[in-house]
């Protein structure tokens, strides 16, 4: 198997689990209006600002903390999804506040995963084996190999005629 190919079905896999996560939620969620109540702060010189966002649920009002830096107004109106069985786990439905958090942490673990198969694998192999064959690659000991003809170690000394 080539390594491009191990990459990009690693990272169909990832991507994949993470598309399956957020459709699961949403089939089992409900959704509602919400109103930003405040902002919650945190940091001193660099600063994270949270909306508080507030919602009526069957079960009462819920109040729950949004995504960081979304650019909503205090009292700003923003479309809810939350879970039905348990509406303390609610998003602000739109990309940034739904989809783009977990969607960041996929692609940093997609990246992660092709430099591991591009940097430890040749391009011609990956497992272990040759493409198109299914017989090991054998690696010899240091000792085993065979030495180069030449070393750039050494400068190449020409003789004078």
């Known amino acids: 198997m080539k390594r491009n190919t191990v990459s990009a079905v690693g990272g169909a896999i990832i991507l994949l689990f993470y598309f399956l996560n957020k459709i699961t939620f949403l089939f089992g969620a409900s959704f509602a209006e919400g ?5 919650e702060v945190i940091g001193r ?5 949270y909306p508080i966002v507030r919602f009526d ?3 009462g009002w819920v109040t ?4 960081s830096n979304l650019e909503i107004p205090q ?8 879970k039905t069985s348990d509406p303390a786990e609610a998003y602000i439905f739109t990309f940034w506040g739904f989809w783009a958090g977990g969607l960041v942490i996929s ?7 092709i430099i591991f198969f591009t940097s430890f694998f040749s391009r011609e192999t990956v ?3 040759e493409p198109g064959k299914l017989r090991l690659r054998i690696i010899r000991p240091p000792e085993e190999q065979e030495r180069p003809r030449f070393s750039f ?7 004078n005629p």
């Open 45 to 49: 010189r660099i600063t994270i600002h």
């Open 35 to 39: 109103k930003v109540t405040g902002y």
């Open 75 to 82: 009292n700003g109106k923003v479309p809810v999804v939350y």
């Open 127 to 129: 497992f272990g084996f």
């Open 57 to 59: 649920s069957p079960k």
């Open 107 to 113: 692609v940093i673990v997609f990246l992660a995963w």
């Open 64 to 67: 729950f903390k949004a995504e």
């Open 153 to 159: 170690r050494r400068p190449l000394r020409r003789k």
